[in-house]
């Protein structure tokens, strides 16, 4: 299967990539799967509630037990009352991890990039040749190629010049092979992808 693919000349041609990684069956209940694990995954787990005992309250009865006419009540810290403690409070303990498999995962991702191919959102790129880190050289660059700067840009590792280069673009974002989750390749409009990342995308996941 082929894909567009941008020289360092700017030009725009096709190249072959791999069908096992961009040619998977679009799977939605893989996919939901592997986004909420992963979100899940990433929560930190430091919301806490007060239990009846934690609550600071006076554990003076509200009123006496028999002659007014109301129901019996003991203490404020009632968690029937305003004010009161959780029933089944929320613990900074509470574990929020789901597990997936590595076979489904790597399934997932490649589900991504299928998807993303097949609409149309990936493109294959030889290298940024910045010889400076500077943010207007890389915008510069991409008003030649007629890129949006709302872009995921995936390389095998990281280059210094192109990293100090988008750090201040809040709408892109680099990453490597190892790196990439499935949350981020859904987040951006474009997803650009190195010629060297291509063949680390097919051995680590075909």
Not at 8 to 23: A, C, L, R, W, Y
Not at 64 to 71: D, I, M, P
Not at 102 to 126: A, H, N, T, W
Request: aromatic letters at 8%.
């Amino acid at each position: 299967m082929e894909a567009n693919f941008i020289g360092s000349d700017g030009k725009t041609t096709k190249v072959n990539i791999p069908e096992q990684v961009f040619g998977t069956k679009y799977n939605e209940a893989l996919v939901h799967q592997l986004i909420v694990a992963y979100m899940s995954n990433a929560r930190s787990g430091t919301r806490a509630q007060k239990s009846r005992s934690q609550v600071q309250k006076s554990t003076h009865k509200l009123w006496k037990q028999k002659g007014t006419g109301r129901a019996r009540s003991g203490t404020g810290s009632n968690p029937i009352r305003r004010g009161g403690g959780r029933i089944f409070p929320n613990l900074p303990i509470e574990n929020f991890t789901q597990k997936i498999n590595k076979k489904m995962y790597r399934k997932g991702i490649s589900v991504i990039l299928s998807q993303l191919y097949s609409e149309d959102k990936l493109c294959i790129f030889d290298k940024f040749l910045l010889s400076n880190p500077k943010t207007k050289e890389f915008l510069v660059m991409l008003d030649s190629i007629n890129l949006d700067n709302d872009l995921l840009i995936i390389t095998e590792d990281i280059d210094d010049n192109l990293y100090f280069s988008t750090r201040n673009i809040p709408t892109v974002t680099i990453t490597d092979t190892l790196h990439t989750d499935p949350v981020i390749l859904l987040k951006h409009k474009k997803v650009l992808i190195s010629l060297q990342a291509v063949n680390k995308f097919e051995e680590l996941l075909a």
